[in-house]
């Protein structure tokens, strides 16, 4: 029998807690976002009546479909390749974007937040593993613009986010945790500035993120299954 979306949530929730308490921290300290991309308002609706308020989006539509729909209360993340002709319409709407992986869009949504009044919380995609298959700033590239990444007077830089090599072995993802943590420190070191952020782990892995550093995770299937679960 399926477990319940409460009962998922519920273990998701102690899971991240026990991950939190090895890596010295409380579970406040850790960001818990639920990946509702593709999940219906009824569904999301019901995550929210087990008491959370914190949501990742990957697709711009959606967005403009779930955000008008539900509580003001509620916090919206944008998790997804963001588009330079969908910025606008998606700053106004969300707490953060995640998924900054260019020079050029950090520029773009600089203008557009200057347009709209608006100082959005960034953080810049990191592709560590250099996959041709995942947008983001290679290591190298990173160093390269952070200059002029950080002269833009609009967005603020919060920190780093990683979709590592996926691999069912949450141990063998462990080292580009480590690899992304660095690289922030680096960057801090750089630059002088602190980027106190980092977006790593979802459901295959995040506990490991958390023991290596992360202070949001974002997690989907561990809470509302592959489409299919038992309502409550």
Not at 153 to 180: A, Q, T, Y
């Amino acid at each position: 029998m399926m477990p319940s979306l409460g009962d998922s949530y519920q273990k998701t929730k102690s899971q991240i807690e026990i991950a939190a308490k090895k890596a010295g921290k409380t579970f406040s300290e850790i960001e818990f976002i639920a990946v509702s991309k593709t999940w219906p308002i009824e569904v999301i609706s019901e995550l929210v009546d087990c008491g959370h308020k914190v949501f990742g989006e990957n697709k711009v539509q959606e967005i403009e479909t779930k955000v008008p729909n539900m509580s003001s209360s509620l916090e919206w993340h944008f998790i997804g390749h963001l588009q330079r002709n969908k910025v606008r319409k998606v700053l106004p709407l969300v707490n953060m974007i995640h998924s900054v992986d260019s020079l050029q869009i950090a520029k773009r949504i600089n203008d557009v937040a200057s347009d709209l009044g608006l100082f959005p919380k960034i953080l810049l995609q990191v592709n560590n593993a250099d996959e041709a298959s995942k947008n983001g700033f290679t290591k190298k590239g990173i160093f390269e613009v952070i200059d002029e990444l950080l002269e833009l007077d609009r967005v603020e830089i919060e920190g780093l986010m990683v979709i590592p090599p996926f691999d069912p072995d949450p141990e063998k993802v462990r080292p580009h945790f480590i690899d992304v943590r660095n690289l922030r420190d680096e960057l801090e070191e750089i630059s002088g500035i602190k980027l106190p952020h980092l977006s790593m782990g979802m459901s295959n892995d995040f506990e490991v993120a958390i023991e290596e550093g992360a202070t949001s995770v974002r997690v989907g299937s561990s809470i509302f299954g592959k489409r299919s679960y038992k309502k409550k």
